[in-house]
């Protein structure tokens, strides 16, 4: 079957620096995104990824290895604002979406 | 883990026809479900809000006789694209909020429905 593996929450202080992993294993592969989601809010697009390697866009880079079905979102100088869930979502050969299940990120003063 | 579903997944239709996609809970109940579009590599937009039993919400600039809302069921939403033209071609989602315990405030993405119109 396919399947979206991410931590459930995580826990960082203001002005850090956090790293949101995510492991995937699905039916073919057409890119992995990332969204970043405010409670009552709808998903807001982060990155998209579909070759190996780091793509930075300001505080926020997303790294992606196909060979091994694994992604990871940084994001760096931490701030209040970024307290969210960040969801992991990995397009497969039909060009469906696959989800992860969401990480609740909590940013701590 | 909760899993949410649509149908068809893909749909190509000629300009003028109606559309119907699904959007189902498989195991488990959810009295609200939202639809979204997305463009490419672009950010979800919320079209509506659904809520089991009752008229949809729908968010500014979005065509309720346009986007037909229908969510009879505590595990069934469905959207209808009535008289669809080319600029309604997009990427549907649906997600779905449990009510069964846990954190209410968790959504679960559907898969997505990609509408073409000719």
């Known amino acids: 079957g396919q399947n979206i593996d991410q931590p459930t929450e995580m826990t960082a202080t203001e002005g850090a620096i956090v790293q949101i992993n995510c492991t995937y294993q699905t039916s073919g592969f057409n890119g992995l995104f990332w969204y970043q989601q405010h409670a009552g809010e709808a998903p807001t697009f982060l990155s998209y990824?579909?070759l190996d390697g780091l793509e930075e866009k300001g505080r926020f880079s997303s790294f992606l290895s196909r060979s091994k079905g694994y992604s990871y979102l940084l994001l760096k100088e931490l701030q209040m604002k970024d307290s969210a869930s960040y969801l992991c979502a990995v397009m497969d050969s039909n060009y469906q979406l696959i989800w992860g299940a969401g990480t609740k990120l909590i940013i701590k003063p | 883990g909760a899993v949410v579903s649509q149908h068809p997944s893909w749909v190509i239709c000629k300009s003028g026809t109606s559309v119907k996609i699904e959007c189902r809970s498989l195991d488990f109940q959810a009295t609200t479900m939202f639809w979204y579009r997305q463009f490419p590599k672009q950010s979800l937009m919320l079209m509506a809000t659904?809520?089991?039993?009752?008229?949809?919400?729908?968010e500014q600039g979005v065509e309720k006789d346009k986007f037909l809302i229908n969510h009879a069921s505590l595990t069934l939403s469905t959207l209808t694209v009535t008289s669809a033209h080319p600029e309604d071609s997009s990427f549907y989602i649906c997600?779905?909020?449990?009510?069964?315990?846990?954190?209410?405030?968790?959504?679960?993405f559907g898969p997505g429905t990609r509408l073409l119109v000719l």
């Open positions: 997600s779905a909020r449990s009510i069964a315990g846990g954190n209410q405030e968790t959504q679960y």
């Open positions: 990824n579909v």
């Open positions: 659904s809520n089991e039993g009752s008229k949809a919400t729908y």
